[in-house]
Nanobody, 126 residues
Framework: QVQLVESGGGLVQTGGSLRLSCAAS????????IAWFRQAPGKEREFVAA????????YYADSVKGRFTISRDNAKNTVYLQMNSLKPEDTAVYYC???????????????????WGKGTLVTVSS
């Protein structure tokens, strides 16, 4: 079993930056593909970004391209989401999740994930 714990959420102003972290238990973090999702109040969960277990391209939702960057440090069993130029519409609970599957361009189509974190709240004030 893999345990995921998100951190780094908080309250920021429009245009500000925030870096989210997702720490995983165990020594096999490197076998997983990792993705960030978010759920805004009253809305369905949506895909944000994904990074493969090895060499390969990352994927981002159109709404965050050019502003968010996903990265990982397998030695620290941690994945990050650097969020810049934040907008009020970015307000949501952000979740990290892992899977041994790679969905390529299909990450936005409700992918099956093996483990989920409990989320961290990001609030962007106008």
């Amino acid at each position: 079993q893999v345990q995921l714990v998100e951190s780094g959420g908080g309250l920021v102003q429009t245009g500000g930056s925030l870096r989210l972290s997702c720490a995983a238990s165990g020594r096999t973090f490197g076998i997983y593909n990792i993705a960030w999702f978010r759920q805004a109040p009253g809305k369905e969960r949506e895909f944000v970004a994904a990074i493969p277990r090895s060499v390969g391209r990352t994927y981002y939702a159109d709404s965050v391209k050019g502003r968010f960057t996903i990265s990982r440090d397998n030695a620290k069993n941690t994945v990050y989401l650097q969020m810049n130029s934040l907008k009020p519409e970015d307000t949501a609970v952000y979740y990290c999740a892992v899977t041994t599957r790679w969905y390529g361009s299909s990450w936005s189509l409700d992918p099956i994930m093996d483990y989920w974190g409990k989320g961290t709240l990001v609030t962007v004030s106008s």
